[in-house]
């Protein structure tokens, strides 16, 4: 079975720029969560979504914003972005929502805003 | 919610030797996941372990849910182990608490 996909996997952006990165789960799995680390933070949950609808949310402001597809792929966007924004986003599957269950991480997209 | 406290927050080792990673958690939890970050950025999979001990290779994990502790053990550890292990509870919010990590540095 594929691994959790994550593209892209670097990106600059100026700040005040959106972005949007892009997250495919392992196949069967229809969980999606998205976590940001950075060094002063470390991992920080953003949000989760299962069948299409967003089930849990972090502490993040509105900027910070998601989705997910019928196929269970997950987007996240981020506007206006800011400097402490850069991190490595990271999401992960799982089979099913609530973290009851294994979850599995994709290799992440390195942020950095300049 | 939940915190998370890892000791030791670094370790340095020879090749070879033993070691403990420590993860204390505030409140009862109804999953926990050991993982080791390597130098990219990914976070593997070590255990699934709400409870009990489960073992994999050099590998081993213990959960004690009533005493709000886990432990994982690195036996002859080896250069390829060095990096970041986070233990991550989680509780009936449903979403993982990482820990700040335990940063392990293996020498040859």
């Known amino acids: 079975k594929a691994g959790v996909t994550q593209t892209p996997r670097y990106l600059i952006k100026t700040r005040g720029q959106q972005v949007t990165l892009s997250c495919s789960p392992i196949s069967g799995h229809r969980s999606v969560s998205w976590y940001q680390q950075t060094p002063g933070q470390g991992l920080q949950f953003l949000f989760e979504?299962?069948?299409?609808?967003?089930?849990n949310k972090g502490n993040f402001p509105g900027r910070f914003s998601g989705r997910q597809f019928s196929n269970s792929r997950s987007e996240m966007n981020v506007s206006t972005l800011e400097l402490g924004d850069s991190a490595l986003y990271l999401c992960?599957?799982?089979?099913?929502?609530?973290?009851?269950?294994?979850?599995?991480f994709g290799p992440g997209t390195r942020l950095t805003v300049t | 919610g939940i915190q998370v406290e890892q000791s030791p927050p670094d370790l340095i080792l020879q090749e070879g030797a033993n070691s403990t990673l420590r993860c204390n958690f505030s409140d009862s939890v109804n999953n926990l996941q050991w993982f080791h970050q390597n130098p990219w950025g990914q976070l593997i999979n070590l255990f699934y372990?709400?409870?009990g001990t489960k073992q994999n290779g050099r590998l081993s994990a213990t959960t004690v849910a009533t005493e709000r502790y886990s432990l994982l053990y690195i036996s002859s550890s080896q250069t390829t182990d060095s990096g970041v292990y986070f233990c991550a509870p989680s509780g009936n919010t449903g979403k993982l608490i990482f820990g700040q990590g335990t940063t392990l540095q293996v020498k040859p």
């Open positions: 992960a599957s799982s089979p099913s929502p609530g973290a009851l269950y294994e979850q599995y």
């Open positions: 372990i709400p409870s």
């Open positions: 979504y299962f069948s299409e609808t967003q089930r």
